[in-house]
């Protein structure tokens, strides 16, 4: 699944001007965002509709497999779990259902 996104949707890059450049003029080579299992596909990364402030965080378990969430960012973290309206849900961070949609803020 992870593949085949890769192959057939482009990837779209906004360079933030806020971002330190390294001595040579280079972007420094670090991941922006990914989830740590690869049954984990992210299918949203936006501002949240109601509050331009929050970002949200939308992905789902392809494989039919419980997968353990972890997000690996130099500039992001979990925060709370949020249901497709983006309403605060009592859910823990921890292991996602086979087939399920997950979507948390983005704390920055």
């Known amino acids: 699944m992870k593949k085949g996104y890769e192959l057939n949707i482009t990837l779209n890059v906004l360079i933030n001007p806020e971002i330190k450049k390294s001595a040579s003029g280079i972007l420094p080579n670090q991941s922006f965002l990914k989830l740590a299992d690869n049954n984990l596909i992210i299918t949203a990364f936006k501002v949240s509709e109601d509050d331009s402030k929050k970002i949200i965080l939308r992905f789902y378990e392809c494989h039919g497999e419980t997968a353990e969430l972890g997000l690996e960012s130099a500039y992001f973290r979990l925060g709370e779990a949020v249901d497709l309206l983006e309403r605060k849900v009592n859910e823990e961070v ?8 997950g979507s948390f803020e983005i704390l920055v």
């Open 94 to 101: 921890g292991k996602i259902a086979p087939w399920k949609i």
